[in-house]
């Protein structure tokens, strides 16, 4: 079992940036995937960014140029950093680990954006 702790999300306004965290119990981190994921109310789940255990990195294109995710294997902590940050970015915002169909969540943090 992995638990995954996300911290860092807030009330802010357009424009400011922010830095989510994730901190994931296991020892095996380097070899998960690890992504971002979202959900606004009313809305379903959708992927923000991911990084695999490879080093590659993926984004969704609302928020390309904007977002950047990425990990510390020593340290077992993906982050999210959130620049350009947009109204339409308020959700609760949810760290994933996967590896070998296996996938652990956290129970997400608020990141509410106002303009």
């Known amino acids: 079992q992995v638990q995954l702790v996300e911290s860092g999300g807030g009330l802010v306004q357009a424009g400011v940036p922010l830095r989510l965290s994730c901190a994931a119990s296991?020892?095996?981190?380097?070899?998960?995937?690890m992504g971002w994921y979202r959900q606004a109310p009313g809305e379903q789940r959708e992927l923000v960014a991911v990084?695999?255990?490879?080093?590659?990195?993926n984004y969704a294109d609302s928020v390309k140029g904007r977002f950047t995710i990425s990990r510390d294997n020593a340290k077992r902590m993906v982050y999210l950093q959130m620049n350009s940050l947009k109204p339409e970015d308020t959700a609760v915002y949810y760290c994933k680990a996967e590896r070998a169909w296996t996938i652990y969540w956290g129970q997400g943090t608020q990141v509410t954006v106002s303009s």
């Open positions: 296991t020892n095996l981190f380097s070899v998960y995937d």
């Open positions: 990084t695999t255990s490879a080093g590659s990195t």
